[in-house]
Structure formats: structure tokens, C-alpha cells
């Protein structure tokens, strides 16, 4: 049987994706669902599909119901809880949803998609510091993407106390285990600007409020610094990516970028940077890979 939270992994593509689209494929299923129970062939593995059939389509009490029954027929089965969860979570209830999903954990502590959606939880209970863990987890019990490695270091940037070197080290382990994932690469490189950036301008600010000594008499005071005759400048150049991926959820708030046009990321686009070593009429010419 197909374990409950990988319905809700469903549910979330559904989400990104075009729920329409996809309605009618539930229905279906849970049609041919139901025909099976009204024959008495089914057992409790089929009420608890049904179930989340139903909770994906938004038919929060039938998906109850069906859960219920599922627990009359089989007490024992640990599914039960993480099917609760999952519901109670979408119902807006996430301390309800949080003692159904550790009932279930006790029972299944190597699931990976209980773990993430633990998480979730903890955030809308306004616990953040308790999702990292689930998300840590998460990430060593099963099979990593990138989303949760993204969504563990948003969390962890956003924490009191400045865990920002903790994100981005936790963003450079997800690019050694999975490669070279552009959106990784391009948030652990946001960080790392912002936290390059709030350190010289704390440097400015406190440099700012020792006042410069006035020159001898007599000496001149020094002059500005050369002008940079290399010129170097940026170049970006955006490419437009899935809505909702993990590309774009790194670009969602970017720190700093510079050039002279397309200075701005967006939700939906990557940025390419580079810098030219001498001076450019602006174009570049691409070599083909090795």
C-alpha cells in the first residue's frame, strides 16, 4: 500500500500545479475506490486511500470518515495517524496535527515525508526552532531533494541569533551529496553576499564614526584612488524557470547583484553571473563545453 504522505507529496505538486487538471483523475480513482468497498472486497488499505483521495480533493469530512473506518477495521495500522495529520494540518489545526504525526513518528521514526511535513507543522505552531531538526532528519532517513534543502536553510536564515553560516553549510552539503543544483548554489551564494555585505557596512559605520585626523601643515590631503581602468562589469542573463521550483524559491528575495541592466532577480527566473577581465563592448561569445 502507498503509504499516506506520499499522498501528501501529491497534494503539494497539485498545489504548483494545476489542481483542474488533476480532478478528475481523483474522482476517478476514488469511483472505482468506492465500487470496490461497496462489493466487500476492501480492506482498510482502501478506506485510507479513499481517504486522501478525498482530503486532496477538499472533502475534509468524507476523507474523516474514511479514516475512521479504516481504524475500526485495523486499530493497530500506524498510517491512521499520519492520514490525521496530514488532515489536521490542512485543517488549520497543527496541535492537533502535531500529536497525530508524532504518534506516528514513534512508530515510523524513518519517515522521511512524516518528518517534512512534522516540520511544516512546528512552523505554523510558530516553532522554527524545532523544524530544523525534523528537517535534518528528513534529509539523512530518505532520499534528499533540493526543496527540503532549501526550505531547511530559509528556515535557519530566518532564526534569531544570526544561523546564517549554518544554512549555507547545510547548503553546501546538499551540493556535494546532489551536485550541482542551480537553485543551492544560487541561495547559498545570496547568503553568503548578505552576510559579506552586513559586515562591511558594519566595518563602514564604525570607520565612519572615528573622525580623520586633519593633514600637517603644510602636507596635502591624499588624493582619490585611481579609477578601476579594467572596467569589469557584470553581465546577467536570466532564463525562465518552473514556477514554484527550487530555482526559483532561492531567487524569491535576492541580496545584491550589480550590473548595469536586468539588475533585479524574480520568482521566476535564475541569474548567470560573470565579469569580463579588461574592458568589453558588451557582447560575449559562448564556447561550446569539452
Known amino acids: 500500500m502507498k503509504r499516506c504522505l506520499l499522498f501528501a507529496a501529491a497534494a503539494l505538486a497539485l498545489a504548483a500545479g494545476a489542481p483542474a487538471l488533476a480532478h478528475e483523475p481523483l474522482g476517478d480513482e476514488i469511483a472505482a475506490l468506492s465500487r470496490r468497498i461497496q462489493a ?56 492537533h496535527a502535531a500529536s497525530e504525526l508524532d504518534r506516528y513518528l514513534e512508530l515510523r521514526p524513518r519517515s522521511r515525508d512524516a518528518l517534512a511535513l512534522r516540520a511544516r507543522v512546528a512552523m505554523a505552531l510558530g516553532r522554527a526552532w524545532e523544524a530544523v531538526p525534523f528537517l535534518s532528519r528528513a534529509l539523512t532517513v530518505g532520499p534528499a531533494t533540493p ?21 549555507v553549510q ?27 555585505h552586513a559586515a562591511m557596512t558594519a ?37 525562465v524557470l518552473p514556477r514554484r521550483s527550487a530555482a526559483a524559491a532561492a531567487l524569491a528575495s535576492p541580496i545584491v547583484t550589480r550590473g548595469p541592466y536586468l539588475q533585479e532577480g524574480t520568482s521566476s527566473s535564475v541569474i548567470v553571473r560573470w565579469s569580463e577581465p579588461s574592458a568589453s563592448n558588451g557582447r560575449s561569445t559562448p564556447t561550446t563545453p569539452p
Do not use: M, W
Request: a positive charge; glycine letters at 12%; proline letters at 8%.
Open 170 to 196: 547545510g547548503l553546501r552539503e546538499g551540493i556535494a551529496r546532489l551536485g550541482p543544483v542551480v537553485g543551492l548554489e544560487l541561495y547559498a551564494a545570496n547568503l553568503e553576499r548578505g552576510t559579506s
Open 40 to 95: 466487500g472486497t476492501a480492506g482498510p488499505a482502501e478506506y485510507l486511500r479513499r481517504g486522501e483521495l478525498f482530503r486532496l480533493s477538499g472533502d475534509f469530512a468524507e476523507a474523516k470518515a474514511d479514516y475512521d473506518r479504516a481504524e475500526r477495521l485495523d486499530p493497530t495500522r500506524a498510517e491512521i495517524h499520519s492520514c490525521r495529520g496530514a488532515l489536521l494540518s490542512d485543517l488549520g489545526q497543527p496541535r
Open 203 to 239: 566595518g563602514g559605520a564604525a570607520r565612519a564614526r572615528v573622525a580623520p585626523s586633519a593633514p600637517a601643515r603644510g602636507a596635502t590631503a591624499p588624493s582619490a584612488p585611481p579609477p578601476n581602468v579594467s572596467r569589469r562589469t557584470a553581465r546577467v542573463v536570466t532564463r
Open 147 to 167: 526543496d527540503l534543502y532549501l526550505e531547511r536553510a530559509r528556515i535557519q536564515a530566518a532564526l534569531p541569533g544570526g544561523h546564517v553560516d549554518e544554512a
